[in-house]
């Protein structure tokens, strides 16, 4: 099933009957001709709806203007280090980063969400109308920052909450709709 404009804003999703109580399935997201998310891997749906939810409810916890004023190489550097620290984090404020770890989580919008997802970085962040999408392929390290207007991705978000509501194959606790 197809949700939106596969040139500017789209969600594709596809449930695996055969899937049990995760509702797991084949899911991407198309972004100004930019496909995040892998279709040949498994992604668990309701780990995925649950994010989406958040983001339709409280757009305000994705509006950050000090992430928002940097590049995407540097969007990924900052988030990465707040939220997971590493070698090429060293030298940083731990208090400070501590403060914004539960921040910066949540502008991750795919954890633990299964292979379809697995080997991608993904931050979003909101200023206006518009979503900033901003994430890195840890397979080739490349990383794709790409904007869409926040109200036209927010009816598609919703498009595709209502259809999992609907189709949903297991009733394990989920999303809410």
């Not at 709806?49 to 928002?68: F, H, P």
């Not at 109308?129 to 080739?140: G, I, L, S």
Request: net charge negative; glycine share 8%; charged share 25%.
């Amino acid at each position: 099933m197809t949700f939106g404009d596969l040139e500017t804003f789209a969600i594709e999703c596809e449930l695996d009957p055969e899937s049990g109580k995760y509702n797991d399935g084949a899911m991407r997201f198309h972004i100004n001709g930019n496909e995040l998310g892998d279709w040949d891997q498994s992604s668990i749906i309701d780990f995925v709806a649950y994010r989406l939810e958040d983001l339709c409810r409280d757009a305000g916890m994705y509006e950050n203007a000090e992430l928002m004023a940097l590049n995407g190489a540097d969007v990924i550097h900052e988030t990465h280090c707040v939220i997971y620290g590493g070698p090429d984090c060293s030298g940083r404020d731990e208090a400070h980063d501590a403060a914004l770890y539960s921040s910066y989580y949540r502008l991750r919008i795919f954890p633990d969400s299964g292979d379809g997802f697995d080997h991608t970085f993904t931050i979003l962040l909101k200023s206006g109308d518009d979503a900033r999408w901003v994430w890195r392929d840890n397979r080739t390290g490349t990383i794709t920052d790409t904007t869409v207007p926040w109200s036209s991705m927010t009816e598609v978000l919703n498009a595709f909450l209502n259809w999992f509501a609907a189709n949903r194959i297991s009733t394990w606790p989920s999303a809410s709709r």
